[in-house]
């Protein structure tokens, strides 16, 4: 049995301690928050209640709900990560494998004008002429075609695929008489679950999170996604809390009480689902991650 060395193991203790302070950093903010939305506004912003909630109340949550148009945020929101990270996948998978080939004519210049796309690109303007010119304004593909590939999520894709598929698997399925659909579908796609996690879930979370497209796009109500639904709850609250009658000091601080609890319980309710997935997916996030974006 190898014993470790006294700099193996101040290492240890230093990694330890690093990891601790930032398990704590990134663990408090979330609790808090938690406890905040179930406990009473007056205890919160005197900081009585810095980690476990006191004196639980669901009203925000209560009020929160009671808005009908969370639930028809809701729906839509999953239905745009769902039919947009679809697409993306379909997008972005193929052509990162498609890329790594070494037989595939003109890749490098191929991937010279992606590349290009990272840091250049038309503007916002132009950009919203482009989608109501192409009929998309006020519609769902407004916020699903624009952003339909991912240039940073292709090239860790196609690293992945380099570092990872060898070659002469390839090579043996070819020889086999195995068409390029049929190696794409059939081999290439099993052995690449790791990175079609992590790309799931890359795009996943950047569709739910997503309210800027649609600030822009959408007018038709019914089509607002759950962000922008409550970034509208949040700020109508504070406005109405700011604008007032200065002589009804008791309705303006119950006013500024409502809005507190109800941004606690916003932040928790757009949260919470990517939370509630993300231990599934972790497993292949980090291994996709490790193996796309080190290697190679």
Same mark, same amino acid.
């Given at each position: 049995m190898v014993r470790d060395s006294f700099a193996d193991k101040l290492f240890l203790i230093g990694n330890r301690i690093v990891m601790t302070v930032l398990l704590v950093a990134i663990l408090y903010? &979330?609790?808090?928050?938690? /406890?905040?939305?179930?406990?009473?506004? /007056?205890?919160?912003?005197? %900081?009585?209640?810095?980690l476990w909630p006191k004196g639980i109340t669901l009203e925000g949550y209560e009020r929160v709900f009671a808005n009908k148009e969370i639930w028809i945020g809701y729906r839509n929101t +999953? %239905?745009?990560?769902l039919l947009g990270t679809a697409i993306n996948l379909l997008l972005t998978i193929p052509c990162a494998y498609a890329l790594s080939r070494r037989d595939v004519a003109g890749r490098n210049a191929l991937m010279a004008v992606f590349v290009f796309t990272m840091f250049f690109s038309g503007g916002l303007i132009p950009t919203f002429l482009l989608v109501k010119s192409l009929g998309m304004h006020n519609s769902i593909w407004a916020l699903?075609?624009?952003?339909?590939?991912?240039m940073w999520n292709l090239i860790v894709t196609r690293t992945f695929f380099q570092s990872t598929i060898p070659r002469e698997l390839e090579e043996a399925a070819e020889m086999d008489g195995c068409s390029h659909f049929t190696l794409m #579908?059939?081999? +290439? &796609?099993p052995l690449s679950l790791p990175i079609v996690a992590v790309m799931a879930l890359f795009y996943g979370v950047s569709h739910w999170n997503q309210y800027f497209s649609a600030m822009i796009y959408l007018s038709n109500r019914s089509l607002f996604p759950?962000?922008?639904? #409550?970034? !509208?709850?949040?700020? &109508?609250? !504070? +406005? /109405?809390?700011?604008?007032?009658? %200065?002589? /009804?000091?008791?309705?303006?601080?119950e006013q500024a009480k409502i809005a507190d609890?109800?941004?606690?319980?916003?932040?928790i309710v757009s949260a919470l689902p990517l939370l509630v997935a993300y231990?599934? &997916?972790q497993r292949f996030f980090v291994k996709g991650v490790m193996i796309g974006s080190i290697k190679g």
């Amino acid at each position: 049995m190898v014993r470790d060395s006294f700099a193996d193991k101040l290492f240890l203790i230093g990694n330890r301690i690093v990891m601790t302070v930032l398990l704590v950093a990134i663990l408090y903010p &979330l609790v808090y928050i938690t /406890s905040a939305s179930i406990s009473d506004p /007056s205890l919160v912003n005197n %900081g009585s209640m810095w980690l476990w909630p006191k004196g639980i109340t669901l009203e925000g949550y209560e009020r929160v709900f009671a808005n009908k148009e969370i639930w028809i945020g809701y729906r839509n929101t +999953i %239905g745009y990560t769902l039919l947009g990270t679809a697409i993306n996948l379909l997008l972005t998978i193929p052509c990162a494998y498609a890329l790594s080939r070494r037989d595939v004519a003109g890749r490098n210049a191929l991937m010279a004008v992606f590349v290009f796309t990272m840091f250049f690109s038309g503007g916002l303007i132009p950009t919203f002429l482009l989608v109501k010119s192409l009929g998309m304004h006020n519609s769902i593909w407004a916020l699903l075609i624009p952003n339909a590939a991912s240039m940073w999520n292709l090239i860790v894709t196609r690293t992945f695929f380099q570092s990872t598929i060898p070659r002469e698997l390839e090579e043996a399925a070819e020889m086999d008489g195995c068409s390029h659909f049929t190696l794409m #579908l059939r081999i +290439i &796609l099993p052995l690449s679950l790791p990175i079609v996690a992590v790309m799931a879930l890359f795009y996943g979370v950047s569709h739910w999170n997503q309210y800027f497209s649609a600030m822009i796009y959408l007018s038709n109500r019914s089509l607002f996604p759950l962000q922008l639904i #409550l970034r !509208e709850i949040l700020v &109508l609250n !504070e +406005i /109405s809390a700011l604008t007032m009658d %200065g002589d /009804s000091v008791k309705a303006v601080a119950e006013q500024a009480k409502i809005a507190d609890m109800i941004k606690y319980a916003v932040m928790i309710v757009s949260a919470l689902p990517l939370l509630v997935a993300y231990p599934f &997916l972790q497993r292949f996030f980090v291994k996709g991650v490790m193996i796309g974006s080190i290697k190679g």
